[in-house]
């Protein structure tokens, strides 16, 4: 019951948090330089079209007024007219959006679980090889923006040592994949094409590599550090001493109290996903949200980036929320404490 | 120096080389200041970090007379890189001098009028821009604006800020109950008073280990903006467009790509070995 | 089998720290006999290392902790010689801890009845009980240690319970497990004098039914008195003296006993005794020769360099003391 009281208020307070970043949003739009109307139709278009089209948009209205017909029609979702693609917004994201939300799922969750192993091994191996390995390669992983490890990737694996697709996308075009999920590598399952689903997994796993890497190092460094910090507590050594045997103890005492802290950063980790997406999915042409996004950025397409950049603070809520979840169900004692 | 004060350094020095590897990324960070503020000096070729043009020694692959190669108009590579240091480590000392400030003061005044209006208003504010991914945020505001090294920098502390006004507020909102704040209220204490003397005593340790950390993550960020071609722009070389630039030849000028990569690695590794030295000085969890 | 044979047998046990490349001493030839069926105590100044030479016991010192010397003998077998199996099951049967710290003892985000029923699982293993008899086991140790609703207790969370419940529950899950030894650390120095008295008492009783033997470690003399027949005194790492309780009560021998007796408030004195000058000394550099030197008021010249050995006081009484072996320490 608690539990549900708590989400219902994180929900609530989370709704303000997105209407205000419509309106940061909004604003910095409005704010770029030039007549959104000669972006829009071109620098061709007669005065008369361009009139019509302000007084179709409400350009000629103040901006506040401007803002409540942009959101009574974003909360029916339409968000408008793509500049840059000519089409809905609400069409494109559709299209777009499944691709992010693969990738984002393979590089989110698979490498969780890897963190989570790789922590441990390597608290479990201190100070030898394993240890060593996993340290030295969490710092360097952490410090390598994710836009060079897409790029290094496209050269090593692209070209030095061929097993990338270096067209990018998300299929080889020999292949079709008739859509169910949106999902390539499980539509191509259900669809009984094992080939294409292999194919797609090949274009996949690099952006998802490109986009995990140096955040799974570093949750491992923090489980590893959480695990050493654990194992020397009373209630370890207090389970140790009455003679419960230490694979009991680390998988069933020592793991869940080291891994709830991390659980958080976790999340915030997965949510970012969607910000540095924009650079992975660009540099592998992967045909995503984000890739579209950064176009609209680039080619000042207000419309679609107030639709995609409140898409995104949308997941990032939505997976703090989760994540609150998860934390809850794990540590009992976040489901007693009072909520602010 | 008092023997106390001298003691004090040596036991900092002693807690922050624990372990040896901050004391490597020290080692790194001083070299990379030191080749960004002689530049002019060691760079070869300095008149490549311009518009030049030298195409009878275009594409060419390292060798002794061009370390790291040459770029398709037959500038120096290692001239170009040594010349992009200066403005990323200017990246990530004013970002962070200038939102560090806004953060705390915003942080500590939330914390101080805790459970008011005003504490209601600035943390929404903070968790508005804490609800999108800094990245997205600050291309968005980086590319209203005309792009170059200044605007992209003002982007980036835009997006900065929030971090440090939720760490202040966590800190000051559980001091605010404490009683020597109360007692220090009861004898006229101002609010300015109060900061200085109570609460950035309180928080300073958390926000230098945050900000070391972080010096790493502000340049990576400038360099995805340079990138992109929202940073400095060319013919002024920064890590981010020498990438970019690089991209287009891959693979058979990989020079042009992997020289710049691996130094934003080192940069941003030698400042995150250190960020880790200076969390254990303090004994800040950095993460 | 001999009636009166020894269950527990630590000999010269030295056991050091190294914490940021400094190496302390912490536990200096440390001695200590447990006989069958008796309760023994160790007693003195909080970080003398009696915490140390518990956990040295059961295998379980941290990380950074070497023991560089020393035989720990259970029923004769070298405990710090054992393969993990035979340490395992030493732990299981031999010897349980009672912790200090009751509100660190227990794991924050895991139930008691999860953390009870698995201690008690691996006490039992031999015995192959249900998991309803072991609950019926464990709900049984609750309510001997006077815990109302064990049931409900069962189902909580640590920090769902108050400190004393907490440093029941922790008593209860070690007496559950029915081991030969039990070691108990400053059992009910957390809880309120009447609560301390019941426990024990507790720990008493169980030494005359079970059979059980005990190593009650404490700074209050006034428990050491009330529960052991036989006591040593520890003083920074290493035990100064030792022997029958009421022996060492009627005529303590060393400097450092006889400062520790002064020190307990007695319900006809008057004021508030001085306490004993100085601190436990440094143990990256212990002093060369007895370690009570720098706070001895009977201190002869050789103390500072030459480590005093046993003298015997009576018959079942000894003290390591140059001062007492020449008859030069006098109780006031």
């Known amino acids: 019951m608690l539990l549900f009281k708590s989400i219902t208020r994180r929900l609530a307070s989370s709704i303000v948090v997105l209407l205000g ?64 693609t000519q089409r809905a917004v609400s ?66 694996f692209g070209y030095w040592l061929p097993v990338m697709p270096t067209i990018g996308g998300r299929l080889s075009p020999q292949f079709a994949i008739t859509p169910v999920t949106g ?67 680390n998988r069933q005492f020592l793991l869940k109290p080291s891994v709830i802290p991390t659980i958080t950063v976790m999340g915030m980790d997965f949510a970012s996903l969607f910000g540095n997406a924009f650079l992975v999915e660009r540099i592998f042409n992967w045909p995503g949200l984000s890739s579209y996004g950064m176009n609209a950025i680039l080619n000042k397409d207000s419309n679609a980036v107030i639709a995609v950049v409140l898409i995104i603070g949308m997941a990032f809520v939505g997976t703090s929320i989760v994540v609150d979840i998860v934390a809850m169900i794990l540590d009992p004692r976040m489901r007693q404490a009072r909520t602010r | ?139 968005a505001i980086a590319a209203i604006m005309e792009p170059n090294l200044r605007n992209s920098m003002i982007a980036i502390t835009i997006m900065w800020w929030p971090w440090y006004a939720r760490l202040t507020f966590g800190v ?48 990576i960020m400038g360099a995805t903006l340079s990138f992109v071609g929202l940073g400095e722009q060319p013919p002024i070389p920064a890590l981010g467009n020498m990438i970019n630039d690089g991209v287009k030849f891959l693979p058979d000028m990989w020079w042009l790509t992997i020289f710049p990569a691996v130094t934003i690695i080192l940069i941003v590794l030698g400042f995150n070995l250190v960020g880790d030295g200076v969390g254990n000085i303090f004994n800040v969890e950095g993460n | 089998m001999e009636t009166n044979h020894n269950i527990l047998e630590i000999k010269d046990l030295s056991v050091s720290y190294t914490v940021a490349n400094v190496v302390t001493h912490v536990l200096e030839k440390v001695n200590l006999t447990v006989p069958k069926g008796k309760s023994i105590g160790l007693v003195g100044e909080s970080g003398c290392g009696k915490t140390t030479t518990m956990r040295a016991i059961l295998g379980v010192l941290p990380s950074n902790a070497n023991i560089e010397s020393g035989e720990i003998l259970f029923d004769g077998t070298d405990v710090l010689k054992m393969p993990y199996n035979q340490l395992q099951e030493f732990r299981q049967t031999g010897a349980g801890l009672i912790f200090q710290d009751p509100s660190s003892a227990l794991n924050p985000v895991i139930s008691i009845k999860k953390q009870f029923l698995t201690s008690l699982k691996y006490a039992h293993k031999d015995k192959d009980y249900s998991s309803a008899q072991l609950y019926d086991k464990a709900i049984e140790a609750l309510n001997a240690v006077s815990l109302a609703d064990p049931d409900r207790i069962m189902n909580s969370f640590p920090f769902q319970l108050s400190g004393g419940m907490r440093q029941r529950v922790c008593i209860a899950m070690t007496l559950a497990g029915e081991k030969a030894i039990l070691l108990a650390d400053e059992p009910g120095t957390a809880l309120d004098v009447t609560i301390q008295d019941q426990i024990l008492r507790l720990i008493k009783d169980l030494v005359e039914t079970l059979d059980l033997s005990v190593i009650m470690v404490t700074h209050s003399l006034g428990v050491i008195r009330q529960v052991t027949t036989e006591v040593n005194v520890m003083y920074a790492g290493s035990i100064v003296e030792g022997g029958d309780t009421h022996q060492v009560f009627e005529h303590p021998s060393h400097p450092y006993t006889i400062a520790l007796m002064e020190c307990l408030p007695k319900l006809t004195g008057t004021g508030i005794s001085e306490g004993i000058p100085g601190r436990i000394p440094d143990y990256d550099n212990p002093p060369a020769g007895c370690r009570f030197y720098p706070r001895c008021t009977y201190a002869l010249d050789r103390c500072q360099f030459e480590v005093p050995g046993k003298t015997i006081v009576e018959d079942d009484h000894w003290v390591a003391c140059f001062a007492a072996e020449e008859g030069k320490v006098c109780p006031k």
Do not use: C
């Open chain 1, 21 to 84: 970043l419509t309106v940061v949003i909004f604003a910095l739009m409005k704010a770029v330089p030039g007549d959104p109307a000669r972006l829009a139709l071109g620098p061709n278009a007669p005065e008369e079209v361009l009139e019509h089209y302000r007084e179709v948009n409400h350009l000629n209205e103040p901006l506040p007024v401007q803002y409540f017909y942009w959101l009574s029609n974003a909360v029916q979702g339409d968000f408008g007219i793509s500049s840059y």
């Open chain 1, 91 to 156: 069409q494109d994201i559709k299209d777009f959006a499944p691709a992010t939300i693969e990738l984002v799922i393979w590089a989110g969750i698979p490498p969780l679980f890897i963190a989570l192993f790789l922590g441990v091994i390597s608290a479990q191996h201190r100070n030898k090889w394993p240890d060593y390995l996993t340290r030295f390669l969490g710092y360097v992983f952490v410090a390598t923006p994710t836009f060079v490890f897409a790029v290094l990737f496209v050269l090593i």
């Open chain 2, 172 to 219: 000051v909102s559980s001091l605010r109950t404490e009683n020597y704040i109360t007692y220090a209220e009861l004898t006229g204490a101002g609010l300015g008073h109060i900061i200085v003397k109570e609460f950035l005593p309180n928080t300073i340790d958390q926000i230098l280990t945050k900000m070391t950390l972080d010096i790493g993550y502000v340049i």
């Open chain 2, 1 to 139: 120096m008092t023997p106390e004060r001298k003691e004090s350094m040596v036991r900092n020095w002693y807690k922050f080389s624990a372990g040896g590897a901050s004391v490597v990324g020290l080692i790194i960070v001083l070299i990379i200041i030191i080749l960004a503020i002689f530049a002019p000096l060691i760079a070869p070729y300095p008149e490549d970090a311009g518009a030049v043009v030298k195409f009878s020694e275009s594409k060419l692959p390292p060798s002794s007379k061009h370390l790291m190669g040459t770029d398709t108009m037959g500038r120096d590579v290692f001239s170009r890189l040594l010349f992009s240091l200066k403005s990323t480590l200017l990246m990530g000392v004013l970002v962070l001098a200038i939102s560090v400030p806004i953060g705390f003061i915003v942080g500590v005044l939330a914390g101080y009028y805790r459970d008011t209006w005003i504490e209601t208003v600035l943390m929404r504010i903070v968790d508005i821009f804490l609800s999108v991914p800094a990245l997205v945020l600050a291309l």
């Open chain 1, 183 to 249: 999902l390539y590598i499980l539509d191509a399952l259900i669809g009984g094409q094992p080939a294409a689903a292999w194919d797609a997994f090949l274009h996949l796993l690099f952006p998802a590599l490109a986009l995990s890497l140096g955040k799974t190092m570093q949750e491992a460094r923090i489980t590893r550090s959480s695990m050493l910090q654990n194992a020397g507590k009373d209630y370890i050594t207090m389970v140790t001493s009455q003679g419960v045997p230490r694979k009991i103890v």
